[in-house]
C-alpha cells in the first residue's frame, strides 16, 4: 500500500555550530530515497535557510530587522536546495523545491492549486522540498506561518498525507523540557482525546537558529491529526528511526489521528486563513456553537474585535475572549457593530438592505477543541 509522508526537520537537526551537517542530511536523504524505493511518497519540510546564510555570510547571530533575515534566507536557501539536489541527484531521485508563504493558502484557488501540484509531483515520483518563501513572507501581515512544524502540518492535511514526522533535537516528547528538569517524564502515546488537552511544560526554541519549539510541534500536532494524519516526533540526528517507526517499533513520541477528521474545507477555514477580526458572544451562544452545531446569530454577538470584510475570518471567542470557533462572516465589522445582540428579522431594518440571517453560518465555521 502507497503511503504518503511528511517529514519536518529542524535547523538543530541541519547544522552543527552554525555550519551545515553534511553526514546528517546524507542520512536524512538515504532515508527518504528508501522510503521511495518501498512504494512509500514523500514531502520534505526542511528549515535551514537562515541559519545557513548566516553561516554563508559569517554572520555570527540570527538577523532580527526583516528586510536583513529575508536578504540572509535568500542566500541560505539557494545553497540549501543545492546541496540536497546533490544528494538526491546521487541516487537518481528528482527533488522539487516548493516556496510557500500563509497567502498561499489564504487565498482558496492558490491552496487548490498548490494542492494540484503537490499530486502532480508525487505522481511523478519527485521529492518535493518544502519551506517558507521567508523572501517576501511579511511577519508584520499576518502572512508567515512563524514556524515550519505549523508549515508541515498544514501541507500534510493539503494533501492529504498519512503521517507528519516531526524531526527535532529531542527523542521524543516529555512532560517537561528534559535538559533543564532531569524528573521529566517521557511521553509515548497520545490519544486524540489526550492531545486536546495535553499541557506540557514546552518552551521556546532550543537553539539560537531556530524559530519553533516543543509548543510548536504540539500545536502542528493538533492540526494534522484534526486531518486523520498519525503524528510521531523523534530525533533528527537519527531518520532511519522513521523506518522503524512505520514498521511499528515504539519509538518517540506517536499522536493518534482523529477518528473522524474535518473535512479538507473546514480545516481550510480553521488552520489556512488569518483570522482578521474577533467576536465575543454570550453563553448561550458558545453553548449552541460548541455543543449544538449551530450557525452564529447577530443576537448572541456582545462584543466587535479588529476590522474586516464580509467573508473574512474572524475567530469566536466565549465571554472570557478563549477561542470556541473560526468562520467566515458574512457581513463587515462595521455592519456586525451595528447588528450585534439584535434578533435576525431586525437586521433589513438595521442596514437597510436584506443580508444573511446568519452572522456565520454553520457551513462556514469550524468549532475548536476544548
Known amino acids: 500500500m502507497t503511503r504518503t509522508l511528511v517529514i519536518k526537520i529542524g535547523t538543530s537537526s541541519l547544522t552543527r555550530d552554525g555550519q551545515l551537517a553534511l553526514s546528517a542530511i546524507a542520512m536524512l536523504v538515504e532515508t527518504i530515497a528508501q522510503l521511495q524505493a518501498n512504494g512509500d511518497r514523500v514531502v520534505l519540510v526542511s528549515s535551514g535557510a537562515v541559519g545557513v546564510g548566516c553561516a554563508r555570510l559569517n554572520l555570527s547571530e540570527r538577523p532580527q530587522q ?20 546533490d544528494l538526491f541527484t546521487s541516487l537518481n531521485l528528482p527533488i522539487a523545491q516548493v516556496l510557500l508563504t500563509r497567502r498561499d493558502l489564504v487565498e482558496r484557488s492558490s491552496y487548490i ?22 523572501t517576501v513572507a511579511v511577519e508584520e501581515l499576518q502572512l508567515k506561518f512563524g514556524d515550519n512544524d505549523t508549515l508541515s502540518a498544514l501541507v500534510a492535511s493539503l494533501i492529504g498525507a498519512d503521517w507528519l514526522f516531526l524531526l527535532t533535537d529531542v527523542d521524543r516528547l516529555y512532560s517537561a523540557d528534559p535538559r533543564a528538569n532531569p524528573d521529566a517524564q517521557p511521553i ?27 509548543a510548536t510541534k504540539l500545536s502542528a500536532a493538533r492540526i494534522a491529526t484534526s486531518a486523520g494524519v498519525r503524528v510521531a516526533i523523534c530525533h533528527g540526528k537519527q531518520p532511519e528511526n522513521i523506518e522503524k517507526i512505520l514498521q511499528g517499533e515504539a519509538i518517540g513520541t506517536q499522536f493518534e489521528p482523529q477518528p473522524r477528521p474535518t473535512n479538507a474545507r473546514k480545516r481550510w477555514i480553521a488552520y489556512g486563513l488569518v483570522a482578521r477580526g474577533k467576536l465575543y458572544l454570550d453563553a448561550g451562544a458558545v453553548k449552541a ?82
Open 113 to 134: 492549486n498548490a494542492k494540484n501540484t503537490f499530486a502532480a509531483l508525487l505522481e511523478l515520483g519527485v521529492v518535493p522540498i518544502v519551506n517558507e518563501n521567508d
Open 188 to 214: 509515548q502515546l497520545v490519544s486524540a482525546e489526550e492531545l486536546a488537552q495535553l499541557q506540557v511544560e514546552a518552551g521556546s526554541s532550543g537553539s539560537q537558529w531556530g524559530t519553533g519549539g516543543m
Open 289 to 370: 456553537i460548541a455543543r449544538g452545531g449551530k450557525s452564529l446569530l447577530a443576537a448572541g454577538i456582545t462584543r466587535v474585535e479588529g476590522e474586516f470584510l464580509a467573508s473574512d475570518a474572524v475567530v469566536l471567542c466565549d465571554p472570557q475572549g478563549v477561542e470556541i470557533a473560526r468562520g467566515l462572516t458574512n457581513y463587515t465589522s462595521a455592519e456586525v457593530r451595528q447588528i450585534q445582540g439584535q434578533h435576525s428579522d431586525r437586521i433589513p431594518e438595521i442596514l437597510g438592505y436584506m443580508g444573511a440571517e446568519t452572522v456565520v453560518h454553520r457551513d462556514n465555521l469550524v468549532a475548536i477543541e476544548a
Open 66 to 85: 526583516i528586510a536583513l533575515k529575508q536578504a540572509v534566507a535568500a542566500v541560505g536557501q539557494g545553497r540549501l536546495i543545492r546541496i540536497y539536489d
